[in-house]
């Protein structure tokens, strides 16, 4: 027990600083803030430091040297950086350190373009697979099928993904909806302002169902809930969804593997490695490249931002990749003869 606040362990303090957030942060970003906080502290334990009365900017500074260091992204250290300043000023705040301490964490700058996320399934890429998807015999309307045009036409993260019920799917209304449900263990990101219903298109709906009547495991959760994307256990959990993305986005399922490899013998094939393909990708990877994809078919910005459960400001600096001439020719020349002085 300590006698008062400057007497916190930095392991101690970072444990509190994430309880008192608990209902603030998501599962998967109180995950994130742990995981880097965790980092620090236990640098401070091999650097003697026994309180966070200790802390000073030299310490800050010594600490982002060392991460540096061990040649992580510029990205990462920035983010990093950024949680260690947001626990200090927590840490100002209860009085456990003087007042301008978080002043003396180094935040370092990453330019715009370089804290933007550039991997993404290219829109290409995606087509090629889903129409691929459709028009195969044994494929069409499998797991993985139905997984990738929810996720390509909805922009879900993977929380929302997993939350989806076989009741949030209604094949007369042509919707889904996401649903914030925290008392049974799936919550969205941005909680209740998370929840919408997005319209979908006919092909996209012929998937789904029949998904559905042919590929889905009639399961429940342990709330007797049925999941969508349900797995032979009932609701997947987050991994098991990445892996069955990576699975669903291989290359090789619709031509050639660009990397060379023997598709049958291919050690990637295996779920424990399916992430280790090249050409794979993750649910956050598919987000982003169907976003790129609304904003490249003209979509107005708000109707994406609502579909996806984004800013407008957000989509434009972490997801819309569209190339420069792209965003001009495809969204600002149409509007040229508004300029027209005659």
């Known amino acids: 027990m300590t ?13 509190r600083y994430l309880d008192g957030r608990q209902t603030e942060l998501t599962e998967e970003t109180a995950s994130t803030y742990h995981y880097r906080l965790k980092l620090f502290g236990e640098w401070c ?41 947001n626990f200090v000023e927590y840490l100002e705040r209860i009085e456990a350190v003087n007042d301008d301490l978080a002043e003396r964490v180094n935040v370092p700058h990453v ?40 996720a390509w036409h909805t922009g879900a993260r993977l929380g ?14 042509q919707t889904i909806e996401f649903v914030h449900r925290p008392e049974s263990e799936t919550v969205l990101k941005n909680k209740g ?4 219903v997005v319209a979908l298109n006919e092909r996209v709906c012929e998937t789904i169902s029949t998904y559905i009547q042919s590929d889905r495991y009639d399961e429940h959760d342990e709330h007797g809930r049925q999941p969508l994307f349900a797995s032979r256990q009932g609701r997947p959990n987050p991994n098991t969804i990445r892996v069955w993305m990576y699975l669903a986005t291989f290359p090789c399922i619709q031509g050639e593997c660009p990397h060379g490899y023997d598709p049958d013998a291919c050690e990637f094939r ?4 399916a992430s280790q393909c090249p050409s794979s990708r993750a649910p956050h990877h598919i987000r982003t490249g169907s976003i790129t994809w609304h904003c490249d078919r003209g979509v107005p910005r708000e109707v994406t931002a609502e579909r996806v459960n984004a800013s ?5 600096e972490y997801y819309d990749k569209s190339e420069k001439r792209d965003r001009m020719e495809k969204r600002r020349r149409p509007h040229l003869n508004k300029l027209n002085i005659e």
């Not at 309180?51 to 992204?73: C, H, K, M, P």
């Not at 929302?160 to 007369?172: I, P, T, V």
């Not at 302002?193 to 919408?196: C, I, L």
């Open 312 to 316: 407008q400001d957000v989509i434009d």
């Open 160 to 173: 929302g993904l997993r939350a989806l019920d076989l009741r949030d799917y209604d094949r007369d209304e």
């Open 3 to 15: 006698d008062g606040p400057t007497d916190l362990a930095p392991r101690e303090a970072w444990h």
């Open 45 to 85: 334990e091999d650097q003697g430091i026994e309180t966070v009365d200790e802390l000073n900017g030299w310490l800050f500074d010594q600490y982002e040297s060392y991460r540096a260091g061990q040649d992580i992204a510029s990205v990462t250290l920035h983010n990093e950086m950024e949680t260690l300043k």
């Open 111 to 150: 330019p715009r373009d370089e804290r933007s996320r550039e991997t993404k399934l290219p829109t290409e890429r995606a087509l090629a697979l889903i129409r691929h998807y459709r028009s195969s015999e044994t494929l069409r309307g499998c797991r993985r099928h139905a997984l990738l045009e929810v």
């Open 193 to 196: 302002e998370g929840e919408r």
């Open 270 to 273: 295996n779920h424990s490695k």
